[in-house]
């Protein structure tokens, strides 16, 4: 050893190379790419949009083998935007009960996939507007009968009691979320040296047609910034190589319509960099924190 704080085994000794040290936050480790888990269909909310109700997440389907996990997180939303949404405390099954809280709200549910290799998001349809409860169906009073006169008896009948109309059942309306499908992942890989981070590789997985710009900040960048657009998978070479400490990388990954994804990199003297995952909403280039899981 040199002095150099490294994270790799001596391949040549042990006659296989092995992958070392991938700094990775939100993947795993590159292997075989079908292990990775992806969502083929979303989940579809059904029930009636009103409090006392009960709403269900069905029809979802994903790949990833039977090691794959999978979860969900109620939200309330202000409006049919996922960027109006809040995760609902506590409500993680596949069915839930709306409250009083609800009403005036609409409901979605975000599924979760994921396993030791990677994972996959996607949101249901938005509910109507939940609306009030029904209104309890008054106790009718019964008429009197008024006492018998000599000639002729009067008995009074009462008059028919009408049920009242059933509160009309809401519709659930089909509102997809533009999520992109698989979403993006950022991917970096080196090892930790005394005075930085050697990087091996830096690359972005995900759809074809996405945008993808990168921003170097600090003294010791290769280049200021690269712009490009994107293949299934796309090595970001001109960021390879030797970053010293305090080098900062903000790669966005966009596409027009659709939530895109937001990855900080900050390279650290002898030890691993920090980062940070958000996301980029359709309309706002400031990234924002992704819903709750």
Not at 12 to 39: D, N, Y
Request: net charge positive.
């Amino acid at each position: 050893m040199d002095g150099r704080t490294t994270l790799y085994l001596d391949w040549r000794r042990a006659g296989i190379a092995l992958a070392v040290a991938a700094v990775t936050l939100g993947a795993a480790p590159a292997i075989a790419a079908a292990a990775e888990p992806e969502i083929t269909r979303r989940p579809v909310v059904t029930g009636t949009a009103q409090v006392g109700q009960r709403l269900e997440a069905r029809d979802a389907r994903w790949t990833g083998g039977s090691s794959t996990v999978a979860t969900y997180t109620w939200l309330r939303c202000t409006s049919t935007s996922l960027w109006n949404c809040s995760a609902i405390a506590g409500a993680t099954g596949l069915a839930y009960t709306l409250a009083p809280a609800d009403q005036g709200k609409r409901i979605r549910v975000w599924l979760t996939v994921s396993n030791s290799d990677g994972r996959d998001d996607d949101v249901s349809n938005a509910t109507n507007v939940v609306a009030a409860a029904p209104a309890p169906t008054p106790t009718p009073t019964p008429t009197p009968t008024p006492p018998p006169i000599p000639v002729p008896p009067v008995t009074s009948t009462p008059p028919p009691v009408i049920p009242a109309a059933p509160a009309p059942e809401a519709d659930v309306r089909d509102t997809p979320l533009q999520m992109m499908r698989p979403f993006p992942l950022v991917r970096i890989r080196g090892w930790i040296t005394a005075r930085g981070a050697m990087i091996d590789a830096l690359s972005v997985r995900g759809p074809r047609s996405l945008k993808i710009s990168v921003r170097c900040h600090g003294r010791g960048c290769p280049r200021r910034s690269l712009a490009r657009s994107a293949a299934k998978v796309t090595r970001l070479k001109a960021f390879e190589g030797f970053l010293p400490a305090g080098v900062r990388l903000e790669v966005r990954v966009t596409r027009p319509g659709f939530v895109g994804k937001h990855t900080l990199i900050r390279i650290r003297r002898g030890k691993a960099p920090i980062r940070r995952d958000r996301c980029l909403f359709p309309g706002s280039g400031r990234p924002r924190a992704c819903p709750a899981n």
